[in-house]
């Protein structure tokens, strides 16, 4: 009954920031970098080539993308949903395992029998 809220929207729309392996520097193209004339709201990928590091001076092939600022809990999110048989304990899961092989081979010998 209701759309979406904005902020989900926003968020997706946001450019990406970009982290510095070398040292950890996030570069927020909201905020931009000052240091080299950066306006705010530059997307990483619209820095000039000879962009580096203001922090340390890594070239801009050292960032990795690390997706929109609101992105990672949501991120997070999912991985916990999608995975969610993950936290099962090991025993848990092996008896998963076992009683789902164990019914499998029991409907299979049934449809065996019955044939
Ligand atoms: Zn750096």
């Given at each position: ?41 530059t997307p ?29 809990s ?13 936290r099962?304990?090991?025993?848990q ?17 049934s449809l065996?029998?019955?044939?």
């Amino acid at each position: 009954m209701s759309d979406r809220p904005k902020e989900l929207t926003l968020a997706e729309q946001a450019p990406a920031n970009y982290e510095c392996r070398a040292c950890g520097y996030v570069y927020d193209p909201a905020k931009g970098d000052s240091k080299s004339n950066i306006e705010p709201g530059t997307p990483f990928e619209e820095l000039p080539q000879l962009w580096k590091c203001p922090v340390c001076g890594v070239r801009r092939s050292q960032f990795v993308n690390i997706g929109a600022k609101d992105a990672p809990s949501g991120f997070q999110e999912n991985l916990t949903f999608g995975l969610g048989v993950n936290r099962l304990t090991p025993g848990q899961k092996n008896l998963l395992i076992f009683g789902a092989l164990a019914l499998g081979f029991l409907f299979f010998m049934s449809l065996y029998t019955l044939s």
